[in-house]
Every structure is written in structure tokens, then in C-alpha cells.
């Protein structure tokens, strides 16, 4: 059974830093592109960024491009997001989502909480 | 950056209603269109990808059309399980989200 699970939410204050972890199993992980999308509280969905299976393709938004960035590590199965300059704009649910065979995402965790205040 | 806009925002329905939901892309996209089920505290569910193709395990009657620039998610005979926040998602250009429709019951 594919899963994904993810950690490192928290408050933080403006300009601060965070790390959101995913935890993969089920899968071979290292076969699959995998995204980070967040959800701000009672909006919708927004893409966040993409990195492929290798680490070799890399993309972000326009709104977090600089000051996010992806990285993974298939031995470990983990993927991971750190956060910095972060602004309450940020604040939302971070989901982990794995590329489908055509470029749609196909499984989702169920999401760390990230909160921007002071 | 490619847009999506979804009408209506709101739907309000009845069980065993057929419904359909439409999005707009702000340039076209073929048919790299996806679409998303997410019930209240829950992550979004697959339904439907390449515009058309039912994700395994989804019920048949959700279906998708559209090419270019509009697409269409049908629910053939809306079921209580149904009533729930759909999201359309364009693949073209990177990854884009439309605002969401919420089914609602009437």
C-alpha cells in the first residue's frame, strides 16, 4: 500500500525557516517524480514544486522560486522541503503528492501543517 | 503561466442528479487535464486524468471531455459520497490548480 507521511509543520515567525520531511513506502521511490502542494486554510489547491526521480529536474513557483527549495533522498525514501524567508502567505497545509504515469499526482499524504506568525 | 477557471464555484444538488462541472484554460492545453475529488480534512483523490481516463477504482459515473481549451467533469447520477470539492488540474506548462467547485447538497 502506497503511503506518504509528512512532518516538520510548526509555527514560525515571519522571515523564519522550516524543513518538511515525506515519508515514502509502499513503493518503489526512487521510480516515481514526486511534488510538494499546499493548501492555504479554507482556499485551494496550489502547486508548490517537482522533482524527478533522479534529481535531476527540478522546479518551483514563481511564488516560493529563491526562497524554497526541494531535495530527496532515495535511500532513505524521503522527500523533503526547506523553507526559508518564510511570510504569512506561506501559511497553508503542505501536502507531499507522487507523479502519476502522466504527469498528474496519483497518491497524497495527508499534509503538515505550516504556520507563518509572530 | 497558464490559467484555470472553474464555473460554477458553488453547486447545489440533489442525489441522483447529473452535474457537470467546467474548466477553463487561459491558453490551450490539449488534453493534459486532470481532475480531483478532496472531501473536508482530507487530501485530494485522483479521479481523472488525460482529460478522459477514470483513475483505477473510481466509480463510472464520473466521466471527463474537453480538449483545447474547455473540459467538462460529469457526474452521471450524483451519489451521497459525492458531495464534495472538485479541483481541475492542467499539466501542459508545469502544474496549475483551478479555485475549486464545491458540490453542495440541495
Known amino acids: 500500500e502506497v503511503q506518504l507521511l509528512e512532518s516538520g509543520g510548526g509555527l514560525v515567525q515571519p522571515g523564519g525557516s522550516l524543513r518538511l520531511s515525506c515519508a515514502a513506502s509502499?513503493?518503489?521511490?526512487?521510480?516515481?517524480?514526486m511534488n510538494w502542494v499546499r493548501q492555504a486554510p479554507g482556499k485551494g489547491l496550489e502547486w508548490v514544486s517537482y522533482?524527478?526521480?533522479?534529481?535531476?529536474?527540478?522546479y518551483y513557483a514563481d511564488s516560493v522560486k529563491g526562497r524554497f527549495t526541494i531535495s530527496r533522498d532515495n535511500a532513505k525514501n524521503s522527500l523533503f522541503l526547506v523553507m526559508n524567508s518564510l511570510r504569512a502567505e506561506d501559511t497553508a497545509l503542505y501536502y507531499c503528492?507522487?507523479?502519476?504515469?502522466?504527469?498528474?499526482?496519483?497518491?497524497w499524504g495527508q499534509g503538515a501543517l505550516v504556520t507563518v506568525s509572530s | 503561466d497558464i490559467q484555470l477557471t472553474q464555473s460554477p464555484s458553488t453547486l447545489s444538488a440533489s442525489v441522483g442528479d447529473r452535474v457537470a462541472i467546467t474548466c477553463r484554460a487561459s491558453?490551450?492545453?490539449?488534453?493534459?487535464l486532470a481532475w480531483y475529488q478532496q472531501k473536508p480534512g482530507k487530501a485530494p483523490k485522483l479521479l481523472i486524468y488525460?482529460?478522459?481516463t477514470l483513475e483505477s477504482g473510481v466509480p463510472s459515473r464520473f466521466s471527463g471531455s474537453g480538449s483545447g481549451t474547455e473540459f467538462t467533469l460529469t457526474i452521471s447520477s450524483l451519489q451521497p459520497d459525492d458531495f464534495a470539492t472538485y479541483y481541475c488540474?492542467?499539466?501542459?506548462?508545469?502544474?496549475?490548480f483551478g479555485q475549486g467547485t464545491k458540490v453542495d447538497i440541495k
Open positions: 488525460r482529460t478522459s
Open positions: 488540474q492542467q499539466y501542459s506548462d508545469l502544474w496549475t
Open positions: 509502499g513503493f518503489t521511490f526512487s521510480d516515481y517524480e
Open positions: 522533482i524527478s526521480g533522479t534529481s535531476t529536474m527540478i
Open positions: 503528492a507522487r507523479g502519476g504515469s502522466n504527469y498528474n499526482f496519483d497518491f
Open positions: 491558453q490551450s492545453i490539449s488534453t493534459w
